[in-house]
Nanobody
Framework: VQLQASGGGLVQAGGSLRLSCAAS????????ISWFRQTPGKERLFVAG????????KYADSVKGRFTISRDTAKNTADLQMNSLKPEDTGDYYC???????????????????WGQGTLVTVSS
């Protein structure tokens, strides 16, 4: 599986952006796709994830109520709708795929693969 993130850009605080993660290859109901954010010199942090089966999502506390993750099995995409953006949401956003043993949405970046290139989100104050 190869993933490619897109949709980043520059937006003012309070604005919205929609990121898209396009997957090439076979994604199964056992897979999880998640979005992570990384800033220079910092580790990649979990933002939101979704079970490809569609029956489970998870969000970082900092984005709950503002971000929504969804997936489209026909298009093989996992989108992240980001509303009420804050300057602290700024960073490079990456999507990754995992296959957790228990099927839950896991938050540890080392357990994901197929990162691909990220997309930069800049939120100005």
């Amino acid at each position: 599986v190869q993933l490619q993130a897109s949709g980043g850009g520059l937006v003012q605080a309070g604005g919205s952006l929609r990121l898209s993660c396009a997957a090439s290859g076979n994604i199964t109901a056992k897979n999880v796709i998640s979005w992570f954010r990384q800033t220079p010199g910092k580790e990649r942090l979990f933002v939101a994830g979704i079970r490809w089966s569609g029956d489970g999502t998870k969000y970082a506390d900092s984005v709950k109520g503002r971000f929504t993750i969804s997936r489209d099995t026909a298009k093989n995409t996992a989108d992240l709708q980001m509303n009420s953006l804050k300057p602290e949401d700024t960073g490079d956003y990456y999507c990754g795929v995992s296959m957790p043993l228990l099927g839950e949405v896991i938050t540890a970046a080392p357990l994901y693969w197929s990162w691909g290139q990220g997309t930069l989100v800049t939120v100005s104050s």
